[in-house]
């Protein structure tokens, strides 16, 4: 007989039982359930709610479960539902009656909110951990490449002169924000569901402070119905999974798309790249596709909370079943791509010279023809006109900015010197903008210094 079954005057049909039971997805929350009923049945003896012996009996007994299933030596039964029913069915088998005095004071409905609270918090201290490890490695890597001038795109068409750490270090940014959101959604999760009961509390003098204290949370969930229905704290951390996954995604593609034979920009190491089943000459840059990938499935893991939620009355609902699925799926995503991703961006090689030779060309340097027009006294508009008739003038007869003679850049106005060649040298394009957070060495190279102290101080 079920552990509520005594209102019942049949067995559940077996795909009642089927279709009712998630311990096949929940089974992994076995850790969070046990810690949380050993805080409660320490409470409960603290307040004298059962007596302290049996408390610590109840304690000893879920511990060493605790370590049996570690072990692998415990099956969990499809029948007893969820993890909740099957770690206190177990129990009882183990240690008898007094285990029947665990669940005093509480609901399955705030038990499944705080086992998810728990989960969640622990898996956003190993995310952070993984978010650390691939940030470092842009840092490494964009330290590398102060001085490597490629081409910034806008709208996929060569726009002005940068250095590849220039670029690198935007990625930082993303994930810097990421790592932050990552930290503020821990901190609305830390918020204790336990002793919400079913929606209303209990009767039983609770220590609910001793309890979130006892769990590492912050502090006690203010209105007992919130307590139980809310899953914010899952959308929340897969809405931020979802922004991660999108820089992931939009990082994979530029990947995807330096690494093939139109851009040549970088190699990625043959450890992070597969082949063709019939082109023998086949690199493919799988990862980063996958990676872009599976972007979507955890965009999906976010429509599909949200809709589930979406109109549910207060308080708890079964339809909230579901959001264990969506936000472990997420979860498992995010974990699988950071790691790889990080490898495959340390290991790839970086072709500094096709990097150069691309922003050499598409009159990356235009602006900076402008600007040279502007520091002698030009009016800006005025200067960008000039300089448009300049790139005609060079698309007509198949030149470069660089190739024209002092004549031909006279022949168009008569302001242009000698030195406009030095003004519109790449060197000088990208070392000239030393506004903060620009492309030249100087600014790159502070933001780098600022990226360290971000990274020690975590």
């Known amino acids: 007989m079920k552990l509520w079954g005594g209102r019942f005057a049949k067995e559940t049909d077996a795909l009642t039982d089927h279709f009712n039971s998630s311990i096949s997805f929940d089974a992994r929350l076995y850790k969070q359930d046990i810690i949380g009923s050993v805080a409660h049945v320490i409470m409960l003896g603290k307040q004298s709610i059962i007596k302290e012996e049996e408390a610590e009996e109840i304690k000893a007994g879920l511990l060493s479960l605790l ?24 129990l009882i088998s183990r240690i008898g009656e007094v285990a029947k005095k665990m669940h005093t004071g509480r609901s399955r409905n705030d038990q499944v909110a705080l086992d998810m609270r728990l989960y969640v918090m622990e898996e956003i201290c190993t995310i952070k951990e993984l978010l650390h490890d691939l940030m470092e490695v842009i840092v490494k890597v964009a330290k590398e490449h102060t001085e490597t001038i ?29 790592y932050q959101k990552l930290g503020f959604t821990y901190d609305m ?44 704290f899952c959308l929340d951390l897969i809405y931020n999974l979802s922004l991660m996954m999108m820089h992931l995604s939009r990082f994979s593609e530029e990947i995807i798309l330096w690494s093939s034979h139109e851009f040549h920009f970088i190699e990625l190491d043959d450890a992070y790249s597969t082949g063709s089943s019939i082109m023998p000459q086949k690199k493919n840059p799988d990862i980063a596709e996958l990676v872009r990938g599976k972007c979507g499935r955890v965009y999906g893991d976010l429509m599909g909370l949200l809709a589930t939620m979406k109109s549910l009355p207060l308080a708890y609902n ?60 030009m009016a800006f508009r005025d200067a960008h006109e000039v300089i448009g008739k300049l790139v005609l003038y060079c698309v007509t007869h198949s030149k ?59």
Do not use: W
């Open 67 to 90: 370590e049996a299933i570690e072990n692998n030596e415990v099956t969990f039964n499809e029948k007893a539902e969820d993890i909740h029913m099957n770690i206190e069915t177990l």
């Open 150 to 178: 490629m081409p910034g795109y806008t709208h996929l068409q060569r726009a002005q002169p940068i250095t590849f750490s220039h670029h690198l270090m935007a990625y930082f940014e993303m994930f810097k924000r990421d």
């Open 189 to 232: 999760t830390s918020s204790l569901p336990l002793g919400s009961g079913a929606l209303a509390t209990t009767t039983y003098p609770l220590d609910r402070d001793h309890v979130a204290h006892a769990l590492g949370f912050n502090e006690v969930c203010g209105n007992s119905i919130d307590g139980v229905s809310d899953r914010d």
């Open 318 to 377: 079964k339809d909230m079943q579901e959001d264990k699925e969506r936000t472990f799926d997420a979860i498992d995503t995010i974990k699988m791509c950071l790691p790889i991703f990080t490898a495959m961006l340390n290991t790839m090689t970086v072709r500094k010279d096709t990097m150069y030779k691309a922003a050499s060309g598409g009159f990356t340097n235009a602006t900076d023809a402008a600007d040279y027009l502007v520091k002698k006294g």
């Open 400 to 458: 470069d900015l660089e190739n024209l003679s002092l004549d031909e850049y006279q022949a168009i106005h008569p302001i242009f010197e000698e030195d406009i060649y030095e003004a519109i040298s790449l060197i000088t394009c990208v070392n000239e903008r030393k506004v903060k957070g620009g492309p030249s060495k100087e600014a790159v190279t502070a933001h780098l210094h600022a990226a360290d102290t971000f990274l020690n101080n975590l």
